[in-house]
């Protein structure tokens, strides 16, 4: 039931993040006058659509019973991967503005894979404690033989 509610938290915060970005999408839509504009914005609809798909997805699987948990979780996560698959394809017809742009990007990206890391750690916590023993005896055999 815990790692049930820690995801219902990561998928939550997932989607205040991706509406904060479907707003500065809709922003930076309106001060680039590019002859792509129709494209983008048909883009912009189907992720708004893709978004609205994941918050009636997250929806469901808070209100999700015992049995009905998995398979809603794993329909949900499909959505989630989609809107970050398609969000991050769009963002490349956006140029960054400034080197600011850029790295604050590249936190936001380094952040979410750190989320995703921790939150597979907390679900997966007899495989992630192997997985970091052998990375570990691995590395000390390579060190040795130097």
Known sequence: MQNNQQTLESLDSTLKKYQEKIEKLN?????????????????????????????QG?????NSSEDAWEA???????????????????????????????????IEYAQSMLEETLTYVRNNPGTSTMLALIAGFVLGKIIRLR
């Open 27 to 55: 922003e930076r839509l309106k001060a680039n006058s590019s002859q792509n504009t129709p494209n983008i914005s048909s883009k912009i609809e189907d992720i708004k659509k893709l978004f609205q798909k994941a918050e």
């Open 72 to 106: 809603n979780k794993d329909a949900s996560l499909e959505t989630f991967e989609q809107l970050k698959t398609d969000f991050n394809d769009l963002m490349g017809n956006f140029p960054p503005e400034n080197l600011a742009d850029v790295a604050d990007e590249a």
């Open 58 to 62: 997250y929806e469901q699987l808070k």
